[in-house]
């Protein structure tokens, strides 16, 4: 499944808007000004993409989040997610501190508290029940009091839409672009009795991190024992709660998420009430899990053409499972 945040890298450049970043994170994490003592393994970049940049210093993280991020969509996605009702479910955001910038070259900036995740090397050990039961917890919550007139739609179905765009910007003459877009044309709009709860709207094994406080707000000694919780706002909304359950699904569906796996995390989705799916989970489960599959092909050959290198294995497997999809093999 997609990569949990990998061991911080230095910045290089110090001008852009990376150090800048990593400048306001040190200042977070020392507001008195005293010499920083963090271990270099501590600080560093935690990820430096289109849709957002991260910085861990210390025991903080901080995230310059897309370009072109609705402001206030936004404001109210934090509020969410700051909301007492979904504590149990996310990672909870930290006050920007006086000092700090609320937006870095029109970027929202957010702050949080550094929490470990899951462990890429130990495949066997992922925590696909307690991401279910949080999936199904989070899908259960009410919105907030007066929330859910201003909560923006949650952008799954947005981004699938996205990724086959840039494709077709991109990749238009890659090989397997025609099967991708076959495999497009069989995904219909979602269906008009959808319900529409509150939905984490990306939700795969690197959004997930071990919430290490106390209830005081100090660290804890050892993750080990910590609780899971959910990260990354920025595609948090109303929506159906199929969509969430659809990378695990469209994984398990081209042979790439183990049988057993895909069981456990359903079954503890639904024993935990989660109301995303009935006795026939497919029949909810189908479209959303088609799109994903759209999804991740459109973005591979997006990738591997910009890179100039070949589809890898996994890319592969998806290319060949759109090609099941539009029921043809690509040529």
């Not at 290490?212 to 990354?232: V, Y």
């Not at 659809?246 to 081209?254: L, M, Q, T």
Request: charged share 25%; proline share 12%.
């Amino acid at each position: 499944m997609d990569p949990a945040l990998p061991t911080p890298r230095t910045p290089s450049d110090g001008q852009g808007p990376l150090h800048r970043l990593a400048a306001f994170a040190h200042t977070a994490a020392h507001p008195s000004g005293e010499p920083c003592r963090c271990a270099g393994g501590l600080v560093g970049v935690l990820a430096d993409r289109d849709d957002g940049t991260v910085v861990r210093h210390g025991g903080l993280v901080a995230k310059a989040h897309a370009p072109g991020t609705d402001p206030e969509a936004h404001r109210v996605r934090l509020a969410l997610a700051a909301h007492r009702d979904v504590g149990g479910v996310f990672l909870q955001p930290l006050p920007l501190p006086r000092q700090g910038p609320g937006a870095l070259e029109g970027r929202p900036v957010t702050l949080w508290p550094y929490g470990p995740p899951v462990a890429p090397e130990d495949p066997d050990a992922a925590p696909w029940e307690e991401a279910a039961r949080l999936l199904a917890l989070l899908h259960r919550t009410p919105p907030p009091p007066g929330g859910a007139g201003r909560l923006p739609d949650m952008r799954a179905p947005e981004k699938a839409a996205l990724a086959v765009e840039r494709m077709r910007r991109t990749a238009p003459d890659h090989p397997a672009a025609a099967t991708v877009l076959e495999a497009w044309r069989t995904v219909p709009d979602g269906p008009a009795t959808a319900p529409r709860l509150l939905c984490h709207g990306d939700f795969h094994l690197g959004q997930l991190v071990r919430d290490t406080r106390r209830t005081d707000g100090t660290a804890a000694r050892s993750g080990i024992d910590a609780p899971w919780r959910l990260i990354d706002i920025d595609d948090l909304g109303l929506g159906d709660p199929a969509w969430d359950l659809a990378r695990p699904a469209a994984w398990f569906a081209a042979g790439l998420l183990p049988p057993d796996v895909w069981t456990r995390f359903l079954g503890a989705y639904q024993e935990a009430g989660g109301p995303a799916v009935d006795a026939e989970p497919w029949d909810r489960l189908d479209v959303p899990a088609r799109a994903l599959t759209v999804q991740t092909a459109a973005l591979a050959l997006a990738k591997s053409t910009a890179e100039r290198r070949p589809l890898d294995e996994v890319e592969e497997v998806m290319i060949d499972t759109c090609a099941r999809i539009a029921g043809h093999r690509t040529g």
